[in-house]
C-alpha cells in the first residue's frame, strides 16, 4: 500500500481530519534504513495510523557540518513506507516549515549544552524546535524515537513534560548492522577502512559494560582503552567524548552510582560524526 504523501500544510490537515483512532509519528530526516524501519513497526503496534515525517531540518545542523550532502533518497525512503504499510508520509521543503525566519525557538536548556550539545552547539535547540512543529502539524498521539540518539530521547520526553504537550514519547531499541555499527543515514559516507575503524564505538561499549561489576571506572577506563587503540588506526577515530551519564539529565555519573545510566561515545571517522550508547545499571556501589 502506497502511503498518502502530503506536502504542505494544507495536505497535511486535510488527511489529518479524516484519521480516526489513534496515530503515531516517527519523525525522521529520511535516508530510511532498517533502523527506522524498526520504529515504524513499532508504531504501528501503538496507534491504528502511522505517520512519518521526512525533513532534513537546517535548524539542527552547525556551520561546517553536512546539511548539503545530508543523504536524500526519497523514492526510496518511500517504497520504505509503503512496504511497512505506513499510512501517511508528511515530507514539507524548508519553506513549508519555515516560511520566514523563526524568532521564537526552543531553547534545549543545561541539557542540551553537554556532552553532544557540547560537540555541536545549537543542535539540540533546533531538533526540539522542529518536533515541537511537527506535533503541533501532525498531532500524534504517540511519537517513537530511536534510542541510539539517547540524549536527543531524553530532551523530547523532557520537552513534552516540561511544556505539558499531549504527546506520549516512545523509544526503540538500536539496530546494528553484523559487525555492531550503529545503523545511521550517515553511514553510507563510510568507506570499508572507515567502517572498521568506527566499528570501534561499538566494541568500546560491549568492553566498557563487561567491567560493569568494577564500577564507573573501571566502565569508563576499559572502553577507552579499545578508542585510543582505535586512534592509531587509519582511517583514524577522533574521539569527540566518552562519558557515563544519568539517563534522565545526561549529567555525568561519579564512582559512587548505582542505578541506571548511559555510556555514550561519540567520534568522527573523517569527516564523518558517529554516535553510539549503551544503556547500564549499575549495582550498589562497592565497599573499600
Do not use: W
Amino acid at each position: 500500500m502506497t502511503p498518502v504523501i502530503a506536502k504542505t500544510r494544507a495536505e497535511l490537515a486535510a488527511v489529518r481530519s479524516t484519521v480516526g483512532g489513534t496515530l503515531a509519528l516517527v519523525p525522521t530526516m529520511g535516508a530510511l534504513h532498517e533502523g527506522h524501519r524498526s520504529l515504524i513497526r513499532k508504531a504501528r503496534e501503538l496507534a491504528d495510523t502511522v505517520a512519518v515525517s521526512i525533513f532534513v531540518n537546517p535548524l539542527q545542523f552547525g556551520e561546517g557540518e553536512d546539511f548539503d550532502r545530508y543523504p536524500r533518497t526519497f523514492a526510496g525512503d518511500i517504497e520504505a513506507c509503503a512496504a511497512e504499510g505506513v499510512d501517511l508520509v508528511f515530507a514539507p521543503t524548508s519553506e513549508v516549515m519555515y516560511p520566514s525566519e523563526p524568532q521564537v525557538t526552543v531553547a534545549a536548556g543545561p541539557m542540551g549544552s553537554v556532552i553532544e550539545g557540547a560537540a555541536r552547539p545549537g543542535h539540540f535547540d533546533g531538533m526540539l524546535t522542529v518536533v515541537l512543529k511537527l506535533f503541533n502539524l501532525v498531532r500524534p498521539d504517540v511519537a517513537v524515537f530511536g534510542e541510539k540518539d539517547a540524549q536527543q530521547l531524553a530532551l523530547v520526553t523532557r520537552m513534552v513534560a516540561d511544556l505539558d504537550l499531549p504527546v506520549r514519547v516512545v523509544g526503540g531499541p538500536t539496530v546494528r548492522e553484523l559487525d555492531g555499527l550503529a545503523l545511521s543515514s550517515r553511514n553510507r559516507y563510510l568507506s570499508a577502512a572507515d567502517r572498521r575503524t568506527a566499528a570501534a564505538l561499538s566494541e568500546a561499549l560491549q568492553a566498557g559494560a563487561g567491567a560493569l561489576a568494577d564500577g564507573p571506572g573501571a566502565v569508563l577506563r576499559t572502553a577507552r582503552a579499545v578508542l585510543d587503540k582505535a586512534a592509531g588506526a587509519e582511517p583514524p577515530l577522533e574521539l569527540d567524548y566518552l562519558v557515563l551519564v544519568d539517563p534522565a539529565t545526561f549529567t555525568e555519573v561519579g564512582e559512587d552510582h548505582a542505578g541506571p545510566a548511559v555510556l555514550a561515545v561519540a567520534g568522527r571517522v573523517g569527516a564523518t560524526h558517529l554516535i553510539d550508547n549503551l544503556p547500564l545499571k549499575f549495582g550498589s556501589p562497592k565497599e573499600s
